[in-house]
């Protein structure tokens, strides 16, 4: 499994260095802004360090979904399909390494976006007083400290990489079972859309019967609860996906 | 070695193999004849283990295809089907990372052999090249079963002589190989065995040696034999 995950990465490493020569500009950006106190450039970093954050995990994942639909629908599919491996190990290698990429993606913006508010607020006391003001008027549920912030940044990349993995499920779906059919791409994409949807209305409806009054908000156990519930359907996914592939797939 | 009970694949609307049985032996090099679309290739992707059989099934040394019969058989696509990325270089180590029979110096000496530098990129190489390079990479590999699907589609006539010399030098008595192609007398002067398949039907297996000796008749004429009722695009 470990060639298929170096041979994924391979395949994407282009786009990731792409994204990282952009957040090294805009990083520059931001310490210029900050160190020279001017606040144009400084702001212009902050919004272009936050756009580049959030285009990097979704251009990671729709990426990875991207490379699989190439991968099962063109002849590039032996490369993958005549090694001795099976669909699991194959689908395997590429969850892994997607999932990968966008957990050290989101913990690399983290740490980035930590550095960057310990610097700011060194280098301007007045941060330091907006954050407190901001907190004291979001109340003690809702708001945001470091170990807060942390925890919900994980819960976010669950949630992405559950959608990554149906997304791998919709077009392994018009590959296969859809394949020939006309409008398979639409029919799967909406398969995709009912999907993901449907997960959330449950994890809703699961959190409306068991939260009580003083669970609003921020929790400890609403993240852990958040974190196990999209972790569970990400393999539940991953399962049915690469039982599809092994099953109905003809490349 | 390689046995096909009663295989059939269907796609939607058709049916791609309809029952075919049959057995391959080693030591034996088999050409697979029959039209475009008689079903030759959906055959050899099933055997490859690319695709599963709707019904029958395909044995190899008594035991149904599966993730481990690929470690032994080694097959071929008509079509490129490297990552654009790659280099001649690049394909050598995929095969070396995947394949335990895989020999990095036979690797190079056909690609030596074949005028292909290592640092050629896969996407500018031609259609003769590329199927030079799809050929060292698989006959490189020291399976059991070679399968090569029209290896010597699109072509010329020079370029076919370095393939099919390449694809001799790995034939031995332990090895079986199976070439299929529409050029049949490129494979007349080659292979001992001929199956045609018609209409995705099994439709013979000829002793080639024995076709010009006993029923004086070339591979070539079997083969018109055969197919003469078969619509060949104008050509009867």
Same mark, same amino acid.
């Given at each position: ?18 994204? *990282?020569?952009?957040?090294?500009? %805009? ?39 991207f ?10 599919? $032996?490369? *993958?399909?005549?090694t001795?491996?099976?669909s ?14 966008? *957990? ?15 610097? *700011? ?21 809702? &708001? ?16 992405w990489? %559950?959608?990554?993995?149906t ?43 068991f ?20 972790i ?13 592939m ?5 490349v | ?6 295989v ?46 709707t ?39 995929? $095969? ?10 036979? $690797? ?41 699907d ?29 070439? &299929? ?14 199956? %045609?398949?018609?209409? &995705?039907? %099994? ?19 079997? $083969? ?13």
């Amino acid at each position: 499994m470990g060639n298929l995950i170096k041979y994924e990465f391979r395949k994407t490493w282009m786009i990731k260095a792409i994204i *990282l020569v952009f957040t090294a500009i %805009f990083e520059v950006l931001f310490l210029a802004g900050t160190f020279s106190k001017n606040e144009d450039m400084l702001g212009t970093g902050i919004g272009f360090l936050m756009l580049t954050t959030f285009g990097a995990l979704f251009i990671i994942g729709v990426y990875g979904i991207f490379r699989l639909h190439k991968d099962i629908t063109t002849k590039q599919s $032996y490369m *993958l399909f005549m090694t001795p491996h099976n669909s699991y190990t194959i689908l395997g290698a590429k969850l892994i390494e997607n999932a990968g990429s966008i *957990l050290l993606t989101g913990v690399f913006y983290m740490v980035l976006a930590l550095i960057d508010i310990t610097i *700011l607020t060194a280098y301007s006391g007045e941060i330091e007083q907006a954050i407190a003001f901001i907190n004291e008027i979001l109340g003690e549920h809702y &708001s945001i400290d470091t170990y807060r912030f942390i925890m919900i940044s994980f819960d976010m990349i669950a949630v992405w990489i %559950f959608n990554i993995v149906t997304g791998f499920f919709a077009v392994t779906i018009s590959a296969s079972v859809l394949n020939g059919k006309k409008g398979s791409g639409i029919i799967s994409f909406i398969m995709y859309l009912v999907i993901t949807g449907f997960i959330e209305k449950l994890h809703n409806f699961v959190m409306d019967c068991f939260t009580s009054a003083d669970m609003i908000g921020f929790t400890t156990g609403r993240m852990v609860y958040n974190l196990i519930y999209y972790i569970g359907f990400t393999v539940i996914m991953y399962v049915i996906t690469a039982w599809v592939m092994d099953n109905k797939l003809s490349v | 070695m390689l046995e096909s009970i009663e295989v059939t694949k269907k796609f939607v609307g058709k049916t791609a193999v309809d029952g075919i049985t049959m057995q391959l032996e080693p030591g034996h090099i088999y050409a697979m004849l029959g039209p475009n679309g008689s079903g030759k290739t959906t055959w050899m992707k099933m055997a490859a283990g690319l695709i599963k059989p709707t019904s029958g099934q395909i044995r190899y040394m008594g035991q149904p295809i599966s993730i481990e019969t690929k470690n032994d058989i080694a097959y071929m696509s008509t079509e490129p089907y490297f990552y654009d990325w790659m280099t001649v270089g690049d394909v050598g180590k995929y $095969y070396a990372d995947f394949f335990k029979d895989f020999s990095m110096d036979k $690797y190079d000496y056909l690609i030596e052999k074949m005028d292909l530098e290592k640092k050629l990129k896969v996407k500018s190489l031609s259609s003769g090249m590329m199927a030079k390079l799809k050929v060292a990479a698989t006959m490189a590999r020291d399976a059991k079963v070679y399968m090569l699907d029209e290896p010597l589609n699109g072509i010329d006539l020079l370029a076919r002589d370095s393939v099919m010399n390449m694809i001799l030098m790995s034939a031995d008595e332990g090895k079986t190989l199976l070439i &299929s192609s529409h050029l049949v007398e490129e494979l007349e002067s080659v292979v001992d065995k001929a199956i %045609f398949i018609k209409n &995705s039907k %099994f439709a013979g297996i000829y002793d080639v040696e024995a076709l010009r000796t006993e029923d004086n008749i070339s591979l070539a004429d079997k $083969y018109r034999q055969v197919f003469s009722d078969v619509d060949m695009g104008g050509i009867q």
